[in-house]
Structure formats: structure tokens, C-alpha cells
């Protein structure tokens, strides 16, 4: 009867725990990997054996004692019928319904404390802000206590709560949202705060006792703009200030040695760009000329030298050549096309002259058979006179027709002809109006980044004799500028704007920059030298 009893009820626990792992096993290896969950499988097993091991009867060495196995088998059963649940908090005990004798459920519901953590004081850095990115991990406590001969074992059991366990990313109103428990305003809290708030309101609205375990998993990047050496995105760090950043972007101070080779290569940088602006103006120079059918280029570009416009010699002469050989290769096409139609001309004109004499041959036989016709019937001629007629002005009558089907040949030709060249020469103009349309279109690229190396070139030659620092910082009432000292702290997903104010020595070197650069740009994207 003994052995039939435990029989059934480790049939049942293996049953229970069978499902149960399996539910949790799938989670567990996707977030952990295979080892590390075999790892604590052993050690929860380890653990079980340490703490139930007594309650039911077995020694160190893995032996079961079947009589004090039978004095808990009621008491187990309780237990195996808890964890059938295990995807809900333990039910707390109900007055009127008492556990038996042998097991006592000890299992209490403590209020998380939530306001002596929240109250300490602490930097404002380690206060969440929207965009942050936590892991929240529950931790549910379970104790059971058995009475075995008048002494008491408690088992206490912590397992991870998977289903509510998780990565939660803080939205812009600054609040969390969790499986089940529902949204928590979580901005400016530092974490120790967020555990006890999260564990207080999951034992408000779930009963369930929960030790909250919070980290950052990622937080906003500083942005950083204005006069610095390398704007852009920087990595928050704890107790990151205006200073620390500034020195992690560089300066851009007049003197310093990085800021003169910048200026040095921005310099080389814009002169090259312009002589690229003056050959695409020498370009589209060409490109105007042969749609004018011109067979040179503006005199002043002909007979300027390479030093005047920034271009080589042999540049200026190339585009002359090229211009020439579209222009002889116009008129070539242009003669090959007038001789080709004066020939068909010719051949038209001699056609036509034909076509008369055959036209008056035709009219000449057709008034003789009629006259002959006449002389045969008072019989005057014979038939056969007025046969040969007949025949010969059938003759002249075919010869007329083939001599108008080639003069209607020739003219066909002709149109077809003088079609073709027009197609050609449109064409061709079309080619040279998309490539000077396209030579525009580089020309304003051109020109956008002549102004852009302009302007930083201005602002390498701003001195730092001194800097106004604003950050833009979202908050509670949306987004504040704040003035910025040195010293000021800097928060997750700030945006930091530099301005640097010129000293003294700079107006000089600017106004020429602004002066010479500018105005070549402008002048060499035109038409104009």
C-alpha cells in the first residue's frame, strides 16, 4: 500500500514538473543559452535534495526512508498541487479552510517598500529619460514549512518570472509599460527607486511578492553641433559635463595647430573646386558655341593664358579643338546632305523633262488614231494603218506611266531624305542641350560646396576667446534650452549647441576669405571672366 502510494504521488510530482520545466525551458535557453541553463538546472536539483531531502526521507547517498516518505505523502501532495499553478502568484491562505496539520503555508505578503528609496538624493544622470532602454527581471519568493516529529523545516522557493520579465523601452512621456502590471511614470527615477516602485505596484495590482532586479541596457547619445572639430553623436557616460565633451570634440580655436592644417587643406580644398567651376564654365562655353554654330570660343577664354583662368594651357586649347571638330563635322554632314539632295534634284529635273516629251508623244498618237479612225470608216486607210497607231499609242501611254512613277520616286526620296538629316541635326542639338543642362546641374553642386568650404573656413578662422554653450533637454513640460557652464552635467539624449564668439585677429583673414573665395566661386560658375 506504501509503495502504491508513493508510486503515485512521484508519478504525479514528475508530471507537474515535467510541464512546468518545459514551459519555462524554451525562455530560459532563448535568453540564457543551453549550458547556462543546465548549469542551474544541476543546482536547483542540488538545492531540492539539500532542502526536501529530510522531508522525504532521503540520505545523503540517495536512499529514500519509505516510513518518514509516507508521513509527508499528504503534505507533498499539497505542495505538487501549489506548483500546478505556477504561472500565478501562490494562493494565499483562506480563512475557514486550515492546510493540514503536517504542512503550513508560510508564505506572507510584505508591502514592498517604495518611498525610502524614491526620497534619497542622487544624480540627476541616473534618472531615466525618455528614450532609455531597461531590463526589468521579477524574482517571485514562495516558503513552504513542513512539521516533522515537532520541528520545523521551511523551504523557500525564488523563481524568475518569465512571463512579465523583460527589455522595456521608456516612452516619450517618460512612463514604462509592463505585461500586466500596465504603465508606471518612471521619469527622472533612478533605478533603485524604479525596483521598489515596480515591485510595489506589482503587489498592488497582482498580490505578488517580487524582488525587482532593473538595468540600463542603453541610453540616448549626446548630440553635439556648432563650433567643434567633430560634431556629432557621443555616448552618454556617467558624470559627463559641458567640459569633458567639448574636449572629447576638439577645439577650434584660431591658433591651434589642428585648426591651422584644417584651414590649410579647406584652402586647397577651395581652389580646387574652383578650377573645377572654371572648367565646367569652359565646358559650357563650348557646348553654347556649337549650338550657335560657332567655330571658336569667346575671344577674351581663347586668349587668356592658364594662369589667369587657374587651368593648364593644353586645357583651354583642347576644348578650342573639340569645339572645331563638332563644328567640321556639322558642316561636313551639312555638304554630304546639300550634295546628296542636288543629285536627286538633278534626277527629278530630267525626270519631269522626260515626263513632257512623253506626254506630248502620248497626246500626239492618241489625236492620230482618232484621225485614222475617221479615214477607215469612209475608206479612205486601212485597218491596218490605224492598228500600228493603236499600238503605238498604247506604248506611248505605258511610257507615260512609268515615267510619272519615277518622278514620284524621286520626290519621295528626296522628302525621306531631307527628313533623315533634320532628325539628325535635331538629335544632335538635343545631345548638346542635356549635356549643358546636366553641366548646370554641376555647376550648382559646384557651387553649394564652394559655400560650404567657405563657411568653414570662416569658422576655423573664429577664435575661441569665447564660447556660449545651450543645451536642449527634453523634460516633464517638453523641451527647455538651458545656457551651459563648463561644469554643467550633461543628461541622456541632450542636445548640445556650440557657438564660438571671433576675437580680434580674426576680421581681417575672414573679410578676405568671405571676399576672394565667394566671389571667384560666383564669378567662375558663370559665363563671365
Known sequence: MGNNTMFSFFMKCSIVAIGFSLIILENQVRIHGFD??????????????????????????????????????AALSNVGSALQTQDHPLPLPVEGSPLPAALSQTTTLVVPPEKSFCDQEGSRAAGVVPGDILQLRYFEKSAVSFDQEKSSSIAEIVFERLDLSGTFTVGVEGSLSLPAVGHIDVLGLSLPCIEALVARTAFDRLRLNSAINANFIARPQISLQGAVRSPGTYAFTPSLTVERLLAQAGSTGHDDPASRMRRIELQARASELQRVAQGLSLVQQRLEASLANERNLDFRIANASGAQLGLAPQRIKTEQMVLEAEHDAIQSLREKEQAELSLLDLRIDSAERKLEVITRQHAYFSERVTFLDGLTEKGITTADTLVTAQIRQMDSEYALLEETQLVNQLKSQRTVLQRSFDVAAADLRKSKIDALRDLNASQDTIEGQIATVVAQLENTIIGTHGTVVTINRNGPDGTVQIEASPATELLPGDFVTVVAVADDSAPLELSRIRKNTARNAQELVSNEY
Open 36 to 73: 547556462t541553463v543546465v548549469d542551474k538546472s544541476l543546482g536547483l536539483v542540488t538545492d531540492a535534495r539539500e532542502k526536501l531531502g529530510p522531508v522525504l526521507g532521503i540520505s545523503g547517498k540517495g536512499q529514500i526512508d519509505m516510513d518518514a516518505a509516507e508521513q509527508n505523502t
